[in-house]
T-cell receptor
C-alpha cells in the first residue's frame, strides 16, 4: 500500500496565483516527519519545508506553508504568489521512525506567464 | 544548509563494466547516508541505508551484490554498480543525515549522478 499519495500528476497555474499541492500519508507510527521537496529539471532535490507529527502549528517558510491536518493524514503544500521559477516537480515525503524517507510519486507544477 | 556532493555528475559506461559513485558530506559528519534511484519522470526509490562502519541495509528487491555500498568514513559513502547493464541506467541520488544538533535531523541530498549504460 502506498504510504505517500500525491493525486495530482500535473498542475497548471497562472503566475502570481496561489497553488495547493495535495499530499496524504499513511502511517501507524506516532512519531513521523513530513517533507516537501522541489526537483527542477537539473535533478537536484531542494528541501522546502518540514512538519513534525507533534508540531502544533503549521510550518511556514517564506512563500511556502504546509497545511497539516493530522486527523485526515493530510499535508498539503501551499505556495503563495507563484513565480515562473516555481515550475518543477514537487515531492511529498515522510520520514518514519527508522529515519527512512518515503517519497510520493510527485506533482509536476507548471506556472504559466 | 549543509552541502552534499556527488561524483561524477554524469557517467556513460559500457555494459559489463563497474561504476563507482561517491557521495560526500562536505561540512558535517554523516553517520547515515541513503542511496536512492530515480527513473525518468518517476519518484525516488530508496535502495539502501548506509551506516558508517557497518554493512548497508538494503531495501527489498535491491540486489546487494549488484549495488555495493561502502561507508568507510563519516563523510564518504560509495555506491558501486557492478557489471552494469542498460537496465541499470538511472539517476542515482544520495542523501546524508546530519547527526548533529538539527532539530529534525534533516537529510541533505546530493545533486545526483546520471548513469547511462550502453
Amino acid at each position: 500500500a502506498q504510504k505517500i499519495t500525491q493525486t495530482q500528476p500535473g498542475m497548471f497555474v497562472q503566475e502570481k496565483e496561489a497553488v495547493t499541492l495535495d499530499c496524504t500519508y499513511d502511517t501507524s507510527d506516532p512519531s513521523y516527519g513530513l517533507f516537501w521537496y522541489k526537483q527542477p529539471s537539473s535533478g537536484e532535490m531542494i528541501f522546502l519545508i518540514y512538519q513534525g507529527s507533534y508540531d502544533q502549528q503549521n510550518a511556514t517558510e517564506g512563500r511556502y506553508s504546509l497545511n497539516f491536518q493530522k486527523a485526515r493524514k493530510s499535508a498539503n503544500l501551499v505556495i503563495s504568489a507563484s513565480q515562473l521559477g516555481d515550475s518543477a516537480m514537487y515531492f511529498c515525503a515522510m520520514r518514519e521512525v527508522n529515519d527512512k524517507i518515503i517519497f510520493g510519486k510527485g506533482t509536476r507544477l507548471h506556472i504559466l506567464p | 544548509g549543509a552541502v552534499v556532493s556527488q561524483h561524477p555528475s554524469r557517467v556513460i559506461c559500457k555494459s559489463g563494466t563497474s561504476v563507482k559513485i561517491e557521495c560526500r558530506s562536505l561540512d558535517f559528519q554523516a553517520t547515515t547516508m541513503f542511496w536512492y534511484r530515480q527513473f525518468p519522470k518517476k519518484s525516488l526509490m530508496l535502495m539502501a541505508t548506509s551506516n558508517e562502519g557497518s554493512k548497508a541495509t538494503y531495501e527489498q528487491g535491491v540486489e546487494k551484490d549488484k549495488f555495493l555500498i561502502n561507508h568507510a568514513s563519516l563523510t564518504l559513502s560509495t555506491l558501486t554498480v557492478t557489471s552494469a547493464h542498460p537496465e541499470d541506467s538511472s539517476f542515482y541520488i544520495c542523501s546524508a543525515r546530519d547527526g548533529g544538533q538539527s532539530s529534525y535531523n534533516e537529510q541533505f541530498f546530493g545533486p545526483g549522478t546520471r548513469l547511462t549504460v550502453l
